[in-house]
């Protein structure tokens, strides 16, 4: 019988992520500190509306691109917290930024184009440029250099193939966050090389240093960003699976006929619940998204200074809910590090090679849970340390 899988598919590995978490579901007293999802409830009122909407019968198709009215609220919400200008009829409401990421990439690839992977990053980005027929290549940013892209090692990574670069900012799995000045300094490269930018931004209102710059925002690097954004993370909303996607003309409408063939619309109750929680968001100033954040601040603080307690030396994060500590001084790398640790004190930490090969040294710590666990947890990686 011949082999019927894909074999772009069947290169794949599991997700790094996935499968400490699978083990963590089956332990008795462990501790999690690695999928990243917020431990707060999504606020009472979203939760109402959607009620609402199942009984006032909601529960057919939308349009495909979304409910017009939140593809509006989308449009202001970018252009007053972010100064980003899309139009309503340029967004398409999507499942989540995931299908916004795979969209863009299938949209974009053709076979033997390579797209730029910042590393470490997302473990979905190259894995998706892969299965949409692309080539990831690594772009390797450093501790050293707060794990920011730069022009140099932007140029050393583009070759004549090279189609797009994905930006990820507030990034997952480090923290960091891109200034104005450092998005600034990339974008003549990419004016230069006529690059596409994938720009994920989907922890956008959890940055602690100010607000969150789009590279979007920045002279006409609107024409050539397609913007990825969603209410996972900021509205304590990953269940719900709502994001969405604002690009050029040509993007867009690409974007769109395969989201019509293969999506056809987000489901219709958590558009409901997205609008709520936009429209809250403008009448009371976002304070919702506001405490979330202050909390996710005051947490990755402690663990922080608990890693640099503990001799890891420990990046400070500047957005998102995660800190990618070192861990070389142990003698171990981030995959042995992660399963010694899980196996003999029960916590689970996502080894930083499931993000690429800069992260093999580290470790993913995610800080989206409560502090009575996190002090649990440094407890026990302090035993765990300790006790070699």
Not at 63 to 68: D, I, K, P, Q, T
Request: hydrophobic share 40%; proline share 5%.
């Amino acid at each position: 019988m011949r082999k019927f899988v894909n074999s772009r598919a069947a290169s794949l590995q599991p997700s790094g992520i996935r499968k400490f978490f699978d083990i963590v579901q089956k332990m008795d007293g462990a501790i999690s500190l690695g999928v990243g999802e917020p431990d707060f409830v999504t606020p009472w009122n979203v939760r109402e509306e959607a009620v609402r909407s199942i009984r006032r019968g909601c529960t057919q198709y939308t349009g495909n691109r979304g409910l017009a009215e939140l593809r509006e609220y989308i449009s202001r919400y970018l252009k007053e917290r972010f100064g980003v200008c899309y139009t309503p009829e340029r967004t398409i409401v999507t499942v989540g930024a995931s299908e916004a990421i795979d969209l863009a990439l299938r949209a974009v690839c053709d076979f033997g184009d390579e797209i730029l992977v910042p590393e470490p990053s997302y473990v979905s980005y190259a894995p998706c440029v892969t299965l949409a027929g692309g080539t990831p290549v690594a772009v390797k940013c450093s501790a050293e250099n707060e794990f920011i892209l730069t022009p140099e090692c932007i140029e050393k990574a583009v070759t004549p193939k090279t189609k797009a670069i994905i930006i990820a900012y507030p990034n997952n799995p480090t923290g960091a966050v891109m200034t104005r000045e450092q998005l600034e300094a990339i974008v003549p490269v990419i004016e230069k090389h006529d690059l596409l930018v994938i720009s994920d931004e989907i922890y956008a209102e959890l940055t602690y240093t100010g607000r969150h710059v789009s590279i979007a925002s920045i002279g006409n690097m609107a024409e050539r960003t397609v913007l990825i954004n969603g209410f996972s993370k900021s509205f304590a909303m990953t269940g719900w699976r709502v994001g969405f996607v604002c690009a050029p003309a040509e993007a867009d409408e690409a974007m769109f006929r395969i989201h019509q063939y293969t999506i056809l619309c987000a489901p219709h109750i958590s558009q409901r619940a997205a609008l709520c929680a936009l429209k809250e968001g403008f009448a009371d100033g976002f304070s919702t998204v506001e405490d979330m954040r202050r909390e996710y601040m005051r947490r990755g603080e402690f663990l922080v200074n608990a890693f640099n307690a503990l001799g890891l030396k420990c990046f400070r994060p500047k957005g998102a809910f995660y800190v990618f500590p070192s861990v070389k001084n142990t003698g171990m790398d981030g995959e042995r590090f992660a399963n010694e640790l899980l196996a003999e004190q029960k916590v689970a930490v996502v080894p930083g090679s499931a993000f690429g090969e800069a992260g093999k040294y580290h470790v993913r710590c995610s800080y989206a849970t409560s502090m009575q666990q996190l002090t649990t947890a440094i407890d026990r990686i302090t035993s765990f340390i300790e006790g070699r």
